[in-house]
Every structure is written in C-alpha cells, then in structure tokens.
C-alpha cells in the first residue's frame, strides 16, 4: 500500500497526471465539435498528418527539444488541414475520401523520412518514434504549462465563439445566409483542432490521438442533449480518462501511458453507449420490449387492434 | 426591360443572364429571374430543374459562372449585393428540412433562436428579446409547447415549422423558402400558407420552392416555370397555363408528344 501511494505520489507521476487531465479535457471540448460536425476523422487525419512535420524539423534543426518538434507538427498539420479544405471546396472529391487521400501521403512521408533519421548513426536515438504511440513519461512540467496556455485560449475561443460554432455545426449553410462566412469558422475550428492534437502528440501519440478527440464527445453525447453540457461532460470525461490512464500507467510496469488512457475513456465509451438513459442500449432495448408488451396486451383484450 | 427605374419599382430581387453548373453540367443556363415586390411566388418546375439552386444563387450560397444577383431591398432602392452590410437581415431563408442532421444536440427554441444571430452579429449573445420573439414565432407555427424538445423527437412536419419560425425570428423583407410543405400533413401545410398568406398582407415578398402543382393556383399569386432556362414568369392566372406546365415539364419531349398527340392532353 504504501509503495501504491509513494509510487501514485511521484513528482513525475503528478505532472504526467496533470499533462493528461489537461489534454483529456481540451480534446474533449474541441472534438465535441468534430463529433456533432460529423467530422469524426479530422482528428485521425491531422494527427498522422503532423508525423513527418516533427521529423522534418528534427532533421533541418538537428534539435529535438520539444517546442521545436512540436512546431514541426503544427506546421504539418495545418498544412494537411489546408489540403483537405482544398481538395474538397475545389474539387468533387468528398470530404472522406481527401481525407484518407492526405493523411496516407503524409503519414507514408513521414514514416519513409523516420526510418532514413534512424539510420543516421548519430541520431539513432532522437525518440522521434515516441511520437508515434506517444511517452507521457517524457512530459516535462513545463510541456504542461504550455498545454494548459494552450488549451485557456482555445476554451476562451470556444466561449468567445459559442454561438457561431453552435450555428456553422448545425447549419452551415443557413449561417452563410445570416452573414457568417462559414469559411471563417470552418478554417477556425480546423486551427483549434489542429493545435488540440499538436499538444496531445507527445502524450498519446499521432496513431491514438483521433480516439483522444473523439471518445470522450461520442460518450457524452449519450447523456444529455444540450450542447453545453455535452461539451462539459466530454471534458470531464476526457480528463478523467486522463487521470485514471495515468496513475494506472504509473503503477503497472511497462504500461505505456498513452494506450492506458485510451483504453480508460473507451471503456467510458462503452459505459455510455450501453446504459445512458434514452439513448442508450439498455433503456432503448426496454422501451421496445414494454411497447410490443404493450400493443400486445392491449390486442389481447382489446381484440379490436388494427 | 424598360430601364432600371421601373425594375427599382416592381422589383424586390432579380438575377440576370445567371448562368450554374455543377461541374460541367449547366443546371441554370442564361436566366433572368425577377422576384416582384409584395408578390407570393412560387418557383415551379421538374426535379432537377435548378429550383434550388436558383434561390441558393440568389442567396450566395452557390457561386454562377456567369451573371448577376441584386436586391432592391433597403429603402433608397438602389441595387445592392447579398454581400453589402446589413443586407442579410433583410432576406431570410428556410432550407430542405433534410439537409441538416436533426440528431443535432439543440432544442427547437436553440434552432429558432439562431435565427436572431444575424441580427445580433459576430460574438454578441441573444438577449431576453430575443428569445421573446422566438417563442412568440414557435407559437405562431403552433410549436411553443415543444420549445425544449430535442428536435429529432419532432415529426418532419414538426421540424419544417421549426425551421419556419427561424426565418420568421429574422423580421425579414424578403423569403426564400425551399419546399417547406415536404413531407408535410394536411393540417400543417394548411397552417403554412396561413402563414405565408399573412406575410404577404404585411407587405412582405415571399418566394417558394414548390412541387405540388395542383396547389398553385390556390396558394400563390405569382408562378416562375422552370426547366434549366425560365419558361414563364408571370401572375398565376395567366402563366399557370397546360402550355406553359407542358413546356416545363415535357422538355424536348413536349414537341414530339405535341406532334404525335395533338389532342394536347394535360400532364398535370
């Protein structure tokens, strides 16, 4: 027991546990928005996407501090984001398929870009594989300031712009007709899921980080109908997936913190889809059994049914 | 066309020599639409006839190869753009019910009120007026009592009066409404076009999508016939006619049906 709490106590622990209840919760606010655009793979998209950015700046800089790969990523990312609004405003490719289209070639590149660095004899050990499946043990306390700054401005963003993102995902083409270019709130979310994903990277890795964005929106989704308080609950649902993958990481060995995260908010996933009222499986699996009850005993003594 | 000064006059909107395609496929080609001031209006015409994509033009939302739109909506009725200040709040617009996810986590009040956002502009929260009006517009559908209903447990006809009351919230000049009788039951389309009939008396222009021909006459006092061109535009009684739907609706086979049975039996 002691060793449980001395071990749960850690410094390293502690900040790794705080890196990831900080990403848990801003992924689950901005992918709320990826879940109720119908845009579940954005986040699949972009994070492969940045793999070969954080490998390109590694090899221009020769550094691999964090900022900088990270950096890489960004650029990446929104590279790819741009290439897929491209592709589906200019083209008759559908948003799916430009999707896959992209996120292939640049995640292929960066793959092909990795394994020529790893050969490099005097890099062999860059850890730009960690971004790959993601080492929340490598999180340093200051990674966690810049997500939490990070992730203060996006949910500023989100408050700032609540009803033009509540408007754009319902309607987009009746915000056009209000006055909103949706163009605007489309290239804006794009950026704030991007920069979502970027500060998740290192954590849970580019392969894991679309179930970091999505799971905890698709779980809250279950719960309730208002918009708020989805994104809230996908909040409280990612950070505490966040939090339980990480301790739980810290205390089996060799349990990788990214994988132990994902695994936690899918087993909330799962919880959710099954027991939540109304939308549930469970409550929807009663109601259909008490109303053909229902017909049924009615037809019995009524014996006038249809 | 006789000059800009009685255009000004008659008309709310118009588009000339518009020209849409999608791809390659042209679905407007060279049309001159005239909305007329104060006028019921419906647009008639053959599925894939380019009724929508008529108003989405009009609208912004589809960008023409060729011509131009313009709106003769503020009061010094000098031509303006969808794009100019302030001209949005004036022209409201009602889309197909389907084309937006019902499953949408909202209530028929949130839908209604996003109607008051143009209004209210960019970060601006709605105020208690706001919301004033919308439930004063769900009632008029008949809708206040499903105000915080999830709306995909609304009935489709439910759910176009939704989208109904979001363009009445707008307090606009002008409406573009895209079929809002699909999918409807009797009771509620009769609660429509009371609707539209009493935007019409405050001296408001109404445009409609519609697709049941035998309700023209009844419902509208202005019809445009179209079918990839415009057929005929003009009052109801007199361009609503056999020749004009057949013209519409046969396309290049109206002259061989014509030609073969010149008994020129209705296809209505």
Known sequence: MMDILSRLNNYTTIVVALGAAVLGMISGVIGSYSVIRKQSLIGDGVSHSALPGVVLAFMMTGNKSTEVLLLGALVAGILAAGFIIGIVKNSRIKFDSALALVMSVFFGTGLVLLSIVQKTPDSAQAGLSRFIFGQVSAILKRDVYIMTIVSAVLILLVILFWKEFKLFSFDPEYAHTLGFKPMRLNLLLMLMTVFTIIIGLQTVGVILMSAMLIAPGVAARQWTDRLWLMIVLSAVFGAGAGVIGAFSSSLAEKLPTGPAIVVVISIIVLISILIAPNRGLISKALRRRKSKKGWLEKGVKGGDII | ?268
Request: glycine share 8%; proline share 3%; aromatic share 8%.
């Open chain 2, 1 to 268: 066309m006789s000059g800009e000064s009685l255009k000004t006059n008659e008309y709310i909107a118009i588009a000339e020599d518009l020209t849409v395609a999608y791809g390659e496929k042209p679905v407007l080609w060279d049309v001159d639409f005239n909305v007329p001031k104060g006028k019921l209006m419906a647009i008639v015409g053959p599925n894939g006839a380019g009724k929508s994509t008529l108003i989405k033009s009009m609208l912004g939302l589809l960008k023409p190869v060729a011509g131009k739109v313009e709106f003769f909506i503020n009061s010094d009725n000098k031509p303006s753009n969808f794009k100019d200040k302030g001209i949005s709040r004036k022209i409201a617009y009602v889309p197909q019910s389907g084309s937006v996810d019902w499953d949408f986590p909202a209530t028929a009040l949130d839908v209604v009120l996003m109607g008051r956002y143009g209004h209210l502009g960019w970060i601006k929260r709605p105020k208690k007026a706001d919301k004033q009006l919308a439930l004063e517009m769900l009632e008029k559908v008949g809708m206040k009592e499903f105000q915080s209903r999830q709306i995909s447990q609304l009935s489709g006809g439910q759910q176009q009066r939704v989208f109904l009351a979001r363009a009445l919230v707008q307090q606009a000049e002008l409406y573009f409404m895209d079929e809002p009788f699909k999918g409807v039951d009797a009771k509620t389309e009769k609660a429509i076009i009371t609707l539209l009939k009493e935007l019409k008396a405050q001296g408001k222009t109404v445009v409609v999508v519609h697709h049941d021909l035998r309700t023209v006459t009844e419902y509208f006092d202005w019809v445009t016939l179209i079918n990839m061109r415009i057929i005929a535009e003009g009052e109801v009684n007199e361009t609503f006619t056999n020749e004009n739907i057949d013209k519409a609706y046969g396309r290049i086979r109206s002259d061989l049906v014509e030609a073969v049975n010149t008994d020129g039996e209705s296809r209505v």
